[in-house]
C-alpha cells in the first residue's frame, strides 16, 4: 500500500539523519529545516503494524504518543506567488493547519515532530514549501494544556495534487516500552478543494 511506503521513507530518513548527525540513536535533531526527498521519488514498504488507522483530514485528532494529541485541517490549493520557494514549474501546491495539543505534563519540544505529504492515488512524495501565509517548519515548544497550530504547505507534479496523505511522527526514541502509544506515527489522508 502507497502509504505505508511513504511512512517508511519518512521514517528511515529521519532515523538516518539522527544516527549520521548526532553519532547515536538516542540524540535528536534541535532546529533548522531538513532537506525534502525529491518530488516523484521512489518509496518502500512498511510493516502493517506500522499504523492502526488512516484519520480524515480536518475531522479527525490522533493520539500520537501519550497526550499528545495531533489533527489537521482540510487541504486546499495554494497558489504560489514569487517569493514560494520549493514549488517547481509544472507543480502545484496544497497547505493544510497542523495542530499539536499537549495535554502532557511536560512542554513538547516541535523539532522531535516530523511531518510528510504525497499526493495522488500513487502516493507522489511532496517537497515542502515556504512561502506568503505558510510556515516553512514547525518549531518551538507547545506549554502543558496549550495548542500550537502551523500551516504547513507541499507540492507535487501539477496532475497528482488531487487527494494528500499527511504523515506526522515522533522522532523520539522511546527510552522504555511504555514511552510511546501504538500511534507514534498519525496518518491523515483528505481531498484538496
Known amino acids: 500500500m502507497w502509504i505505508r511506503k511513504v ?5 528511515s530518513f529521519i532515523l538516518a539523519t539522527v544516527i549520521s548527525a548526532c553519532g547515536s540513536p ?25 499504523t492502526t488507522k488512516t484519520a480524515k ?17 482540510v487541504p486546499r490549493h495554494y497558489a504560489a506567488g514569487t517569493l514560494t520557494f520549493g ?16 495535554k502532557t505534563n ?20 511532496g517537497s515542502q514549501i515556504d512561502g506568503e501565509g505558510v510556515d516553512g517548519y514547525m518549531n518551538g515548544v507547545v506549554p502543558v494544556g496549550k ?29 522504555s516500552p511504555n514511552e510511546m502509544t501504538s500511534n507514534a506515527l498519525a496518518v491523515f489522508e483528505g481531498t484538496v478543494s
Open 7 to 11: 511512512i517508511v521513507v519518512a521514517a
Open 26 to 50: 538516542g540524540a535528536t535533531h534541535s532546529g533548522g529545516a531538513v532537506k525534502p526527498v525529491p518530488t516523484g521519488s521512489s518509496v518502500v514498504d512498511v510493516p502493517a503494524q506500522a
Open 57 to 73: 483530514m480536518g475531522v479527525d485528532s490522533v493520539e500520537l504518543r501519550s497526550g499528545v494529541f495531533v489533527s489537521t485541517g
Open 87 to 102: 514549488v517547481n514549474p509544472g507543480d502545484a501546491a496544497a497547505t493544510f493547519t497542523l495542530s499539536v495539543v499537549n
Open 106 to 125: 511536560d512542554v513538547i519540544n516541535l523539532d522531535l515532530l516530523s511531518v510528510d505529504a504525497a499526493f495522488g492515488p500513487n502516493g507522489v512524495h
Open 147 to 175: 495548542t500550537a497550530t502551523y500551516t504547513l504547505g507541499y507540492a507535487a507534479p501539477k496532475a497528482n495534487v488531487t487527494s494528500m496523505t499527511v504523515i506526522v511522527r515522533s522522532s523520539t526514541i522511546p527510552t
